[in-house]
């Protein structure tokens, strides 16, 4: 069952209507202000089988006796001594109907509600790193979003929830809001991977596998998601093209058949998530909102397909008229509100030659996995990952940037002292290229290292965003006092402003007598003479992106 047909599925079940009916909607066209969203939902969200708007139904809307083996086992709450479940009933609070807390879904007064619980969360909503996303739970449970963007499901988020508890929900209103049908189809995925979330799957590269192949195998390159994987299949995928230029608007469906009828090209290119050791950002300064990533949120691959430059020029785009202009990717993904997954870059960027910008249907030679997009896929090089959008479905020639949620309220760059609640992300610049950055792969932090001859040897990567190439990688073992060189072992043979792909690198670093730790620091410099900062304190923000400080790496020697 794809994930739009379980969202989809009846309501009805043992012949009962529910009228708490969780319907939600988004517009990937325009925004609307939230009392025109109101007043739809109002209009419509009334019936029991209400019609939907551009929408998914999440959840049905029936009840169902809630399994007890998958209520979450976070203890959060204390009643005299008495220990509660996030969600659980308190006997200590008023209970709701669905229809009441249903009426609380504006800024004024906007609460919600997690198994058992009802939250009076209005004075969270500025703060919410989530972005407007919120708005669509207004009078309504969490737990379909929740099911999709798993990272809430932990002890930190379940705390924080019940500290805006004011009531339990009524038994018979309580939903069963499994979501065991949303991941049942994901794909295989390799056990070498180090996983940071499962729902949505999310996994690094290995560090000792990032410096084994100057292409990571495919089952080894890193994962990101933001839902579950769609099913498509490569015979029946179509990619919409549109053209909003000079006036006019124009489309054109093509087929990956049609699409194999242009020039065929090859790029080497690593592609970087934008979080990105945003780990060590959080131990060095504070916690930033996102996926714990190490170093291993990046990977190098060759990508096979046709340059999106030459889909354009044949669909009759403005070579003349790009200031301004924007080129949405939408993705077939959706989240918990049917939303496609979708973000853009500037056109100038798509268009130039240099850019080199991919529309991928193979991956180091081979189709491409569908953790990694098939049967097609955008590659921005040089740009943070979520511009190169997975599991292609349309691409919009525009005057506006994407209006998703992923494009408008996130990958947006904030200073150091800016948190939630101060952040202006209309007016932050969107982040469409990655800063210098490398790292030490082997030995590993806390690791015993071989001494050999005097020396131990260090090896890592280094990558530079916007196709400047790595010019050098320096080594220091002593704090910063002084610096050694190190020397590539695998590099693409790209000129500087066309080079994607990253750089392996090797150093042997002298080891004292009788010197039994040692503390590495690794930074690199790219062809426009940038280098990466010393610390995370002055490049820290609310995201936790572009995290690219000094790699420090301490481990054991052993003689």
Same mark, same amino acid.
């Given at each position: 069952?794809?994930?739009?047909?379980?969202?989809?599925?009846?309501?009805?079940?043992?012949?009962?209507?529910?009228?708490?009916?969780?319907?939600?909607?988004?517009?990937?066209?325009?925004?609307?202000? &939230?009392? @025109?969203?109101? %007043?739809?939902?109002?209009?419509?969200?009334? *019936?029991?089988?209400? $019609?939907?708007?551009?929408?998914? =139904?999440?959840?049905?809307?029936?009840?169902?006796?809630?399994?007890?083996?998958?209520?979450?086992?976070?203890?959060?709450?204390?009643?005299?001594?008495?220990?509660?479940?996030?969600?659980?009933?308190?006997?200590?609070?008023?209970?709701?109907?669905?229809?009441?807390?249903?009426?609380?879904?504006?800024?004024?007064?906007?609460?919600?509600?997690?198994?058992?619980?009802?939250?009076?969360?209005?004075?969270?909503?500025?703060?919410?790193?989530?972005?407007?996303?919120?708005?669509?739970?207004?009078?309504?449970?969490?737990?379909?979003?929740?099911?999709?963007?798993?990272?809430?499901?932990?002890?930190?988020?379940?705390?924080?929830?019940?500290?805006?508890?004011?009531?339990?929900?009524? &038994?018979? @209103?309580?939903? %069963?809001?499994?979501?065991?049908?949303?991941? *049942?189809?994901?794909? $295989?995925?390799?056990?070498?991977? =180090?996983?940071?979330?499962?729902?949505?799957?999310?996994?690094?590269?290995?560090?000792?596998?990032?410096?084994?192949?100057?292409?990571?195998?495919?089952?080894?390159?890193?994962?990101?998601?933001?839902?579950?994987?769609?099913?498509?299949?490569?015979?029946?995928?179509?990619?919409?093209?549109?053209?909003?230029?000079?006036?006019?608007?124009?489309?054109?469906?093509?087929?990956?058949?049609?699409?194999?009828?242009?020039?065929?090209?090859?790029?080497?290119?690593?592609?970087?998530?934008?979080?990105n050791r945003r780990s060590e950002m959080n131990k060095e300064v504070k916690p930033a909102k996102g996926v714990g990533w190490s170093g291993g949120a990046v990977s190098n691959a060759l990508w096979s397909g046709v340059y999106l430059r030459d889909v354009l020029l044949h669909c009759g785009v403005d070579v003349d008229d790009v200031e301004g202009k924007h080129v949405i990717f939408q993705g077939s993904d959706v989240d918990a509100t049917g939303a496609n997954f979708s973000t853009s870059i500037p056109l100038?960027?798509?268009?130039?030659?240099?850019?080199?910008?991919?529309?991928?249907?193979?991956?180091?030679?081979?189709?491409?996995?569908?953790?990694?997009?098939?049967?097609?896929?955008?590659?921005?090089?040089?740009?943070?990952?979520?511009?190169?959008?997975?599991?292609?479905?349309?691409?919009?020639?525009?005057?506006?940037?994407?209006?998703?949620?992923?494009?408008?309220?996130?990958?947006?760059?904030?200073?150091?002292?800016?948190?939630?609640?101060?952040?202006?992300?209309?007016?932050?610049?969107?982040?469409?290229?990655?800063?210098?950055?490398?790292?030490?792969?082997?030995?590993?932090?806390?690791?015993?290292?071989?001494?050999?001859?005097?020396?131990?040897?260090?090896?890592?990567?280094?990558?530079?965003?916007?196709?400047?190439?790595?010019?050098?990688?320096?080594?220091?073992?002593?704090?910063?006092?002084?610096?050694?060189?190190?020397?590539?072992?695998?590099?693409?043979?790209?000129?500087?402003?066309?080079?994607?792909?990253?750089?392996?690198?090797?150093?042997?670093?002298?080891?004292?007598?009788?010197?039994?730790?040692?503390?590495?620091?690794?930074?690199?410099?790219?062809?426009?003479?940038?280098?990466?900062?010393?610390?995370?304190?002055?490049?820290?923000?609310?995201?936790?992106?572009?995290?690219?400080?000094?790699?420090?790496?301490?481990?054991?020697?052993?003689?």
């Amino acid at each position: 069952m794809t994930l739009r047909k379980f969202m989809l599925r009846t309501i009805i079940l043992q012949n009962k209507y529910r009228n708490y009916v969780p319907v939600v909607w988004s517009s990937t066209r325009s925004y609307e202000d &939230d009392n @025109d969203k109101r %007043d739809r939902y109002k209009k419509y969200g009334g *019936a029991a089988a209400a $019609a939907l708007l551009g929408s998914v =139904l999440i959840g049905t809307a029936i009840r169902e006796t809630m399994d007890s083996k998958k209520v979450n086992t976070v203890k959060v709450h204390k009643i005299e001594n008495l220990k509660l479940e996030a969600g659980g009933m308190r006997p200590d609070l008023p209970t709701f109907r669905a229809d009441e807390v249903s009426k609380h879904d504006t800024n004024g007064s906007f609460w919600v509600t997690y198994k058992h619980g009802v939250y009076d969360i209005t004075k969270f909503l500025p703060s919410h790193p989530g972005g407007e996303q919120i708005l669509n739970a207004g009078g309504l449970s969490v737990e379909p979003f929740w099911n999709v963007y798993g990272n809430h499901k932990t002890e930190e988020v379940f705390e924080l929830l019940e500290t805006f508890r004011i009531g339990n929900l009524h &038994d018979d @209103d309580v939903v %069963d809001h499994s979501d065991e049908e949303l991941w *049942a189809k994901e794909p $295989a995925r390799d056990a070498r991977l =180090l996983v940071r979330t499962r729902r949505p799957f999310n996994a690094e590269t290995p560090p000792q596998h990032q410096i084994a192949h100057f292409d990571t195998p495919n089952e080894l390159f890193f994962v990101r998601q933001h839902m579950p994987v769609p099913e498509l299949e490569a015979s029946s995928h179509k990619l919409r093209i549109s053209i909003e230029q000079g006036g006019r608007s124009t489309s054109r469906d093509f087929s990956l058949e049609d699409l194999d009828k242009f020039p065929q090209s090859q790029l080497s290119a690593a592609l970087m998530c934008a979080g990105n050791r945003r780990s060590e950002m959080n131990k060095e300064v504070k916690p930033a909102k996102g996926v714990g990533w190490s170093g291993g949120a990046v990977s190098n691959a060759l990508w096979s397909g046709v340059y999106l430059r030459d889909v354009l020029l044949h669909c009759g785009v403005d070579v003349d008229d790009v200031e301004g202009k924007h080129v949405i990717f939408q993705g077939s993904d959706v989240d918990a509100t049917g939303a496609n997954f979708s973000t853009s870059i500037p056109l100038a960027q798509a268009l130039a030659a240099d850019a080199r910008v991919l529309l991928a249907t193979r991956m180091n030679g081979r189709a491409l996995p569908p953790d990694h997009g098939r049967p097609l896929r955008a590659v921005v090089p040089g740009a943070p990952a979520v511009r190169s959008v997975k599991w292609l479905e349309a691409v919009t020639v525009s005057e506006r940037e994407s209006p998703s949620h992923w494009h408008q309220k996130d990958y947006r760059s904030f200073n150091a002292s800016v948190d939630w609640a101060s952040a202006d992300f209309a007016g932050a610049p969107p982040v469409y290229g990655m800063p210098v950055t490398s790292a030490v792969c082997e030995p590993q932090n806390g690791a015993r290292a071989p001494v050999r001859g005097g020396r131990v040897l260090v090896r890592g990567y280094a990558y530079s965003g916007g196709g400047a190439k790595v010019v050098r990688v320096d080594v220091s073992p002593d704090g910063g006092r002084t610096w050694l060189a190190a020397r590539p072992t695998h590099a693409a043979g790209d000129s500087p402003g066309r080079h994607y792909a990253w750089t392996l690198w090797a150093c042997e670093v002298p080891v004292q007598p009788g010197q039994d730790e040692m503390e590495v620091w690794v930074k690199a410099t790219d062809s426009n003479m940038n280098t990466q900062p010393e610390r995370f304190a002055h490049i820290w923000n609310i995201r936790g992106i572009l995290g690219n400080a000094y790699h420090k790496v301490t481990f054991k020697l052993q003689h």
